[in-house]
Each structure stands twice: as structure tokens, then as C-alpha cells.
């Protein structure tokens, strides 16, 4: 199979440095209006994708990257073969009937750490997202990715994700979804990934990674690009 690339870093866009030197954006282009829901990451790649003359696409996106995806491809499913999905969620709060993680004051209390010292958030936070040691390269990847993003804009953003609730959209997906999920994930349960398989409209597959963390492609990469190649193969 042979096609073009695209990588497209939807939720730090004008923020700070992209991950893995991608290069530098400006944080003056971020919109606070614009991006308070993800339905502005949404219409930001399909502008990209039109820009690029794009006419079909296998979408490969990461953790609330999957439902902005999942979203552009409502709007415009013929632009999407499939979409892969590492991490995703629709919903990040419990709620009745619903296993998202958090309560609403463990979202309180990462809010309050973030406006109080955003350094001190981010030393505790990227271990325990990475699910490694604060020296390993994949936390200290991580970390330096968090820092380069403006402390206004990044409280911003989380904000936007984590009080996020896409179940209500998840019917109306109906491009095939290839649901990739880490066995240990502070921010994502596995259950979420069996709820996603019997909510999209669409046909589904769920492969459960023997991987620790929220960012499987960083930290454990020898066991995620195998998998990731499988699924751009295979059709469900």
C-alpha cells in the first residue's frame, strides 16, 4: 500500500513547539472561541484535507484527536476509508450508566493544579499519562511538548477535552472505526473501547494493546507500529 502522509498536530495548532521537532507555531493563531468546543479541531481538518486536494483518507488519530476525526467524518464520510483510533473517548465523566474515569472533582482538582503551577502539573501529570518513570524518554518527550504550550491556552484546551461529551454523535459515525486501547490507561478505561464498538453506526473492531499508559505510540512503539500497520491493511 502506498500513499501520502499527513500529520497534523489538531489540538496544540498555535500553540507552542509541535512534538518530535516538527517545528514552531504561534500561539497568537490559537482561538479561544474557536477552539471551546472540538468541533473547531473538526472543521480545522477538513480544511486541511481540502487544502491538500485530499479525496479519500485512512485517519489515524490519538486520544480526543480519534473524536475530532470522528466528527469531520459526519460531516464528510466520503473523505474517510476508515478511521484508527489509539486511546479515544467520548465522554471523559462518570455518568449514570457510563464509566469515563472521572468524577467531577478529580476534573476540578486537575483544573485548580494547572492554574496554580502549571510547571509543578506537568512534572506529575506526563508520568502518570505515559504511564513511566519521569526519566524515561517517552515522559521527558512528553513533559517537553506540555511546557512549550502557553499555561492560558493549554487550560484552555483541557478544559475542552476533558468536560467534552460525544456520545450523542457516536451513531451517526458510520465509517468504519478500528478502536485501539492501552490494558492500563489513567485517562481512558478499557471499558470505554467496548462502549465505543456498540455505539458507533458503523462497523467496528477493538483490539485491547498489551501497553501501559495514555500514549502507547510514545512509549511503547515496538508493539503499537505492528499493530497500527495491521489495521491500515486490514478491513474490518
Same mark, same amino acid.
Given at each position: 500500500m502506498r500513499g501520502k502522509l499527513v500529520a497534523v498536530c489538531c489540538l496544540v495548532e498555535g500553540v507552542g513547539d509541535l512534538p518530535y521537532g516538527q517545528g514552531t507555531t504561534n500561539p497568537d493563531y490559537f482561538s479561544f472561541q474557536r477552539y471551546s468546543t472540538l468541533h473547531g479541531y473538526a472543521d480545522d481538518l477538513l480544511a486541511i484535507l481540502d487544502e491538500l486536494e485530499v479525496q479519500s483518507c485512512i485517519y489515524i488519530g490519538h486520544s480526543v484527536c480519534g473524536m475530532v476525526g470522528c466528527l469531520a467524518s459526519i460531516e464528510r464520510p466520503y473523505l474517510f476509508s476508515k478511521i484508527i483510533m489509539i486511546s479515544a473517548s467520548p465522554r471523559y465523566l462518570n455518568d449514570v450508566n457510563y464509566f469515563g474515569g472521572f468524577e467531577q472533582e478529580d476534573l476540578n482538582q486537575l483544573f485548580e493544579a494547572m492554574q496554580s503551577n502549571f510547571k509543578a502539573w506537568v512534572s506529575g501529570f506526563a508520568p502518570l499519562a505515559v504511564g513511566a518513570?519521569?526519566?524515561?524518554?517517552?515522559?521527558?518527550?512528553?513533559?517537553?511538548?506540555?511546557?512549550?504550550?502557553?499555561?492560558?491556552?493549554?487550560?484552555?484546551?483541557?478544559?475542552?477535552?476533558?468536560?467534552?461529551?460525544?456520545?450523542?454523535?457516536?451513531?451517526?459515525?458510520?465509517?468504519?472505526?478500528?478502536?485501539?486501547?492501552?490494558?492500563?490507561? *489513567?485517562?481512558? %478505561?478499557? +471499558? =470505554?473501547?467496548?462502549? !465505543?464498538?456498540?455505539?458507533?453506526? /458503523?462497523?467496528?473492531?477493538?483490539?485491547?494493546?498489551?501497553?501501559?499508559?495514555?500514549?502507547?505510540? *510514545?512509549?511503547? %512503539?515496538? +508493539? =503499537?507500529?505492528?499493530? !497500527?500497520?495491521?489495521?491500515?491493511? /486490514?478491513?474490518?
Open positions: 518513570d519521569i526519566e524515561s524518554e517517552a515522559v521527558q518527550e512528553f513533559s517537553r511538548t506540555l511546557f512549550n504550550i502557553r499555561p492560558d491556552i493549554a487550560f484552555s484546551v483541557a478544559k475542552t477535552i476533558f468536560q467534552s461529551d460525544l456520545r450523542c454523535i457516536l451513531p451517526q459515525v458510520m465509517v468504519p472505526c478500528h478502536i485501539l486501547q492501552s490494558q492500563k490507561d *489513567l485517562a481512558v %478505561p478499557v +471499558v =470505554v473501547s467496548d462502549y !465505543l464498538k456498540h455505539s458507533f453506526g /458503523g462497523k467496528t473492531i477493538v483490539e485491547v494493546l498489551p501497553t501501559d499508559g495514555h500514549l502507547p505510540q *510514545l512509549s511503547s %512503539p515496538d +508493539v =503499537v507500529i505492528p499493530v !497500527l500497520l495491521r489495521h491500515i491493511r /486490514g478491513n474490518i
